[in-house]
């Protein structure tokens, strides 16, 4: 952290914050704001506080919004926390258009929490050495620059459905408790985010009526990203799962289907908790970074393409409008590899093409060897 001896802000307690925690507080506590403005930003500074705790691993502290050092902000904090935001604070529990509209708002409003925090600590000497809030403000601009310039498909970790694995393998408490009904919960979302390739706020968006507590084979989406209705279907195993899971509560069968066993007991959980599950998940299986709760969806489109199902109906069942955005964001892998198989059925090999012999095998072992010895 950047040194206070000597500045002019020593004399006034600033010296006694080390913690993003206490400098949002009485940050907030100088802001000429509404009481309203002042609460909304602190559930942006606590997305900043969890955001921060992620980023280091530490998935309890993030729960429970543990003390963060200020030592933990970087450079790359506020483009981070940008792109983490727009992931993960989506509200499920908004009908579908506002949803959109709402996500991005909060997203952006925690943003500038964020932001004003970031400056308030520059102003103050409080940034760790070497960091400005200037080049932090450079280098979320500059990414949103990128971003503006093409769309980038990101592939997929092949192995994603592993976090469903690892919480199927985790031994289930045998005391009743928050513990047990976290892992059964657990269980049902992964499954069940799979089994239908719904968006994470379709799937948070569900009730217990909405799924029978597990006795339907397919649900009708009412609350879409488009606005439009569309039907899913649940396998045997992910209606088991549900199954297992609605049996231990003791709630109203018309209450959300994947609920909070801990502070806000009862409540859906948001996106931004089920975004932490799938990381914890994913960091514990060695995933790719890039896991998240759409990796599932991106895996069933995919399996569902590479077994061969029509790209209409792929499309349909994911809920596009148009088969060509499944084939753009989902399909370029399928076509790939179908592309690959062509031309190693049709293709020539270059020996063939020019009609003269391939090197001898002799040769390529001693141009192995001259690579192996160049390696070393």
Not at 156 to 179: F, I, M, N, S, W
Not at 188 to 204: H, K, N, Q
Not at 249 to 267: I, N, Q, W
Not at 331 to 339: I, S
Request: aromatic share 6%.
């Amino acid at each position: 952290m950047a040194e206070q001896s000597g500045s002019p802000h020593s004399g006034n307690g600033m010296s006694e914050i080390t913690t993003v925690n206490d400098a949002a507080e009485r940050m907030l506590a100088d802001l000429d704001l509404s009481d309203l403005t002042k609460e909304t930003y602190r559930h942006g500074l606590n997305a900043l506080v969890r955001y921060l705790h992620l980023q280091s691993g530490d998935d309890a502290a993030a729960d429970e919004l543990a003390p963060c050092p200020l030592t933990c902000i970087q450079e790359e904090t506020l483009y981070g926390l940008d792109r983490w935001l727009r992931e993960a604070y989506p509200d499920p529990r908004q009908p579908a258009r506002v949803a959109a509209s709402e996500s991005t708002r909060t997203s952006r409003t925690y943003l500038v929490a964020a932001r004003r925090l970031m400056n308030w600590l520059d102003l103050h000497d409080l940034l760790p050495t070497g960091i400005s809030y200037d080049r932090m403000r450079r280098r979320i601009d500059q990414g949103r620059g990128q971003r503006r310039q093409s769309y980038r498909r990101r592939r997929t970790d092949p192995q994603a459905t592993r976090v469903l694995t690892h919480y199927l393998r985790q031994p289930l408490p045998e005391k009743k408790g928050p513990r047990r009904l976290g892992l059964l919960r657990n269980r049902a979302l992964m499954a069940t985010l799979y089994d239908t390739g719904m968006r994470i706020s379709e799937a948070l968006a569900l009730t217990r009526e909405d799924v029978l507590d597990g006795r339907l084979d397919r649900l009708r989406l009412t609350i879409t990203k488009n606005g439009k209705p569309r039907t899913v279907f649940l396998s045997d195993e992910s209606r088991r799962l549900i199954r297992a899971y609605v049996a231990e509560r003791e709630d109203s069968p018309y209450a959300p289907l994947f609920v909070s066993h801990g502070r806000d007991a009862g409540k859906a959980i948001t996106a931004a908790h089920a975004w932490h599950l799938v990381k914890q998940a994913a960091r514990a299986e060695g995933l790719f970074e890039n896991t998240s709760p759409h990796s599932l969806r991106h895996r069933r489109a995919q399996d569902l393409l590479d077994e061969g199902m029509p790209l209409e109906w792929v499309a349909t069942l994911l809920g596009h409008e148009h088969p060509d955005t499944t084939r753009i964001v989902y399909a370029f892998e399928t076509d790939e590899r179908m592309l690959g198989d062509m031309v190693a059925t049709y293709g020539k090999r270059p020996s063939e093409a020019t009609g003269s012999p391939a090197p001898a095998a002799s040769y390529d072992a001693s141009g192995a060897e001259e690579d192996d010895a160049e390696r070393q």
